[in-house]
């Protein structure tokens, strides 16, 4: 009689009830999904992944790694095949606790910032106290942000096992975003108003003291910056705080040379891009406008770069002549960052090259030619070493450079999948290093002594998901190809500077990660750690399910990850969810264990199964034809693949329901996600996009000209104009038959909220019902609003594909989150009600 009552309710409401199967769930279960919310998710998961820190002196590394039983240091010694603890807690923490006066236990060490001396006998860390304290250089001491933690130094000698408490350490301050530093550290370089400036080592240490010291000296390199056609960057400011700040220091991304005496950059004249907006809505007062300059795909108006060298004992500079194509490109490329450096304070940022030549790209606007380039600094000639020419965009990785650039090892995909070729120093191919239908990805190493390249690549072991990543060596001449960590895994690899030795963790969505140390011969040296997932498993975890499916032309394999709810019942039905991103970048399809659950594992818990699922047109880590299948097409290219792959599912599997199908995502999978319900109406039901970029003519025109093409146009006169044309989400406003939510937040100055405000716009014209969510104050990731996010969505999907309307206004699953503390603290202690 109840269901009666209810379902006569609802349908006086005008809310549509469909019968559900039999076996169904029709009730969110969301006391299952609450459970695995990012908050928990901390005190269930632990180290997954290990981060060897490498040291100078030796091969050795050190590492930290969280288990369920506390945190732990180690050392170890591959030469000695060894690994051993770099002190024992528990002796540190009496150590510690005697001086601190709080106290410590081994399962409870809050180290921070733990690194080597430089003679790598001793190592310095911090704990931070109980005590309050007036922050140093505070000059209002009286101000409510002026106190904090007093922090403890120590230092701990690895041979004694002595703590000794640094009294007087001044520990060295991070560099500022502004400082850009020479290599011998004598100089920082910096913009302000719009210019460069320059300040010697002396005064820089006073600005870490206090950047307002009145008494730091400066020095002006250039006169002719100005707003727009800038040296510097002020991005992500309103137009209040830009004028608020506009005498500030700024970051100057230059590269130095490795002398220190010359630097460069990429200069950008701005001036005639046009201008785009973002309200910050939730700013304190009035409302704030936030400017800044945003070409869009077709505009003529284009960003115009320069390049510029910079000689800083003569404190000249010169412009380069680059000029090949109309709306060219340039880009600099760093020097590859040394593993052993990577605890040092102040890592400079060096050019790619030598000190008498550096390299470079050239771009076409076109993106389908690209030069690399070499420039002679003394004479500042520009020379086209080597050239891409392509009729698709072109990717291009960062030069590998053998002798200082007497050989190169360039990679490329010019038959078809991406490999790497040598070349000698005047750009001449001498061969080919690297064959065969895979996919090589990133050089990882170059032992140049022996002439051995190490790359990573994917897709070249038969039997294995083409997106597991592997370790290889191969020798210049293309021989002696090896895989070094073999196993049906996906790999994240840290390989030392002297390419003797690499940590490896290799895990699945499925498995557990396990890290191990191995030579560059491949062979395995010593098993270091195995994640601890206990606490993870006892929550009644289950690990989600790869699969394979064919694509919509019932040929090419796509490949995907299914994840069920825990308490899954195989005599029943359950609607699915797609969680898409079309890419062309990634496909957000999980290959190795991590904490996806926090979004899709979550998301299946209120009684859906949740697949990711590839594309033609999708990740670049296959063939070229793969990844520009959707050159041309870029609203509707992978849909086709995406309803394939449901329906393949629901054929496989009689727990999927295949008449109640929903399909959410995020930027890219916004825009997917709500295609999908236009293009596909009678197979997709229900949608939640977030921060889609639905019009692709207003997204910004690097990312829409490169995967969708833009056509150069040269007229009888020689003349040269860009003509772009693309299908829109708007377009077909009137198709949409299901529920669809779209959501944007008002300061998304990546994809722009006025995507998501036209789609709504077209949706209004159409005479459609739908809903709308703005999250105040949230650029395109929805910041510090993603939690709130997420039950809206899960709300929205339980409603429309469960049939259960019975949230209430507070989102309980989050307010059980929230520590709610309404005593005042006294003294460290709780104050009793009635004392205050």
Not at 202 to 213: G, I, S, T, V, W
Not at 449 to 454: A, F, G, P, S, T
Not at 736 to 747: C, I, Q
Request: hydrophobic share 35%; charged share 30%.
């Amino acid at each position: 009689m109840k269901k009666i009552y209810l379902l006569a309710m609802l349908l006086i409401a005008g809310i549509s009830v469909q019968a559900q199967p039999s076996g169904t769930p029709t009730k969110g279960n969301y006391q299952l999904a609450s459970r695995f919310s990012p908050k928990k998710l901390e005190k269930l998961i632990f180290t997954t992944n290990l981060d060897p820190h490498w040291l100078k002196n030796s091969d050795r590394f050190w590492y930290e790694y969280e288990t369920s039983n506390g945190k732990n240091w180690y050392i170890v010694d591959p030469a000695a095949k060894s690994k051993k603890l770099l002190f024992d807690n528990a002796k540190v923490a009496s150590a510690v606790t005697m001086i601190v006066q709080d106290p410590f236990d081994a399962q409870h060490l809050p180290i921070k910032n733990l690194k080597f001396t430089e003679d790598e006998k001793s190592v310095q860390f911090e704990i931070k106290s109980s005590i309050d304290q007036v922050k140093k250089d505070r000059l209002d001491k009286k101000a409510a942000d002026s106190l904090e933690k007093k922090t403890f130094y120590f230092r701990y000698n690895l041979a004694t096992g002595q703590v000794v408490e640094l009294k007087d350490f001044e520990k060295p301050k991070s560099k500022p975003r502004w400082a850009s530093i020479s290599p011998d550290q004598q100089v920082v370089v910096y913009a302000k108003e719009h210019n460069l400036y320059w300040m010697d080592k002396a005064n820089y240490e006073k600005a870490l003291k206090n950047e307002k010291d009145s008494t730091i000296v400066e020095h002006q390199l250039t006169k002719d910056g100005v707003e727009y056609y800038t040296y510097g960057d002020s991005r992500g400011e309103t137009n209040v705080e830009r004028e608020k700040n506009k005498k500030n220091r700024k970051p100057a991304f230059i590269l130095w040379s490795p002398d220190s005496k010359q630097f460069a950059m990429v200069r950008t004249d701005e001036r005639k891009v046009k201008d785009l907006w973002v309200l910050h809505h939730t700013a304190n007062g009035r409302p704030a406008l936030e400017t800044y300059k945003y070409q869009m795909p077709g505009e003529k108006e284009a960003p115009k770069r320069e390049l510029l060298i910079f000689d800083f004992a003569n404190k000249t500079q010169k412009r380069i002549n680059t000029a090949a194509f109309k709306d060219q490109e340039l880009s600099l490329w760093p020097a590859p960052a040394l593993q052993k450096q990577r605890d040092d304070e102040h890592r400079p940022n060096l050019w790619h090259g030598t000190k008498d030549k550096l390299y470079f790209t050239r771009t076409s606007r076109d993106l389908k030619k690209i030069d690399v380039c070499e420039l002679d600094i003394a004479s500042g000639k520009v020379t086209p070493v080597i050239e891409e020419r392509f009729n698709t965009y072109i990717d291009m990785n960062r030069i590998g450079l053998v002798k200082g650039g007497n050989e190169i090892i360039h990679w490329s995909e010019r038959d078809g999948w991406g490999h790497f070729y040598l070349y000698d120093g005047k750009g001449n191919l001498k061969n080919r290093i690297t064959s065969g239908s895979f996919h090589a990805e990133d050089l990882v190493g170059i032992d140049e002594k022996n002439r051995v390249l190490y790359f990573t690549a994917n897709g070249r072991e038969n039997g294995e998901d083409p997106y597991l990543m592997h370790l290889y060596r191969i020798n210049f001449d293309g021989s002696g190809m090896t895989l070094l960590n073999k196993g049906n895994f996906d790999n994240s690899i840290s390989l030392n500077d002297d390419n003797t030795y690499f940590v490896n963790t290799a895990s699945r969505v499925n498995t557990v990660p396990v890290s191990a140390l191995y030579d560059t011969k491949g062979r395995k040296v010593m098993d270091l750690e195995k994640a601890d997932l206990s606490r993870l498993m006892t929550t009644g975890y289950k690990f989600p399910e790869p699969f394979m499916v064919k694509a919509d032309d019932g040929i090419t394999d796509i490949y995907g990850v299914m994840y069920k709810p825990f308490d899954f019942d195989s005599t029943k039905t359950y609607p699915i969810i797609a969680y898409v991103y079309p890419g062309p970048q990634t496909e957000a399809v999980n290959k190795s264990f991590g904490r996806s659950m926090d979004r899709i594992d979550r998301l299946a818990q209120l009684g859906f199964v949740v697949v990711t699922v590839g594309n033609r047109g999708g990740h670049p880590a296959r063939s070229k034809w793969y990844h520009t299948f959707g050159y041309g097409n870029l609203r509707d290219y992978g849909l086709a693949d995406k309803k394939a792959a449901i329906e393949q599912l629901g054929d496989r599997h009689r727990f999927i329901d295949i008449d109640r199908v929903g399909i959410t995502g995020h930027s890219g999978g916004g825009f997917m996600s709500t295609a999908a319900m236009l293009v596909y109406p009678d197979f997709f039901k229900v949608a939640v996009s977030g921060a889609g970029n639905h019009e692709n003519n207003i997204y910004n025109r690097w990312w829409s000209e490169k995967h969708h093409g833009v056509k150069e146009v040269v007229s009888p006169k020689g003349d040269t104009t860009f003509v772009y044309a693309i299908e829109k989400n708007p377009d077909l406003a009137q198709n949409l038959k299901g529920h669809l939510m779209l959501a944007t937040g008002d300061v998304d100055n990546n994809v722009h909220p006025a995507g998501t405000i036209r789609m709504a716009n077209a949706l209004i014209k159409a005479n459609k019902r739908f809903d709308f969510v703005l999250l105040p104050g949230q650029r395109h990731g929805f910041g510090d609003m993603t939690e709130y996010f997420f039950w809206m969505m899960g709300d929205y999907f339980t409603k429309h594909l469960l049939g259960d309307f019975s949230q209430p206004v507070d989102i309980k699953e989050i307010n059980r989150e929230i520590e709610n503390v309404g005593n005042k603290r006294r003294n460290g202690f709780l104050a009793a009600p009635d004392e205050e």
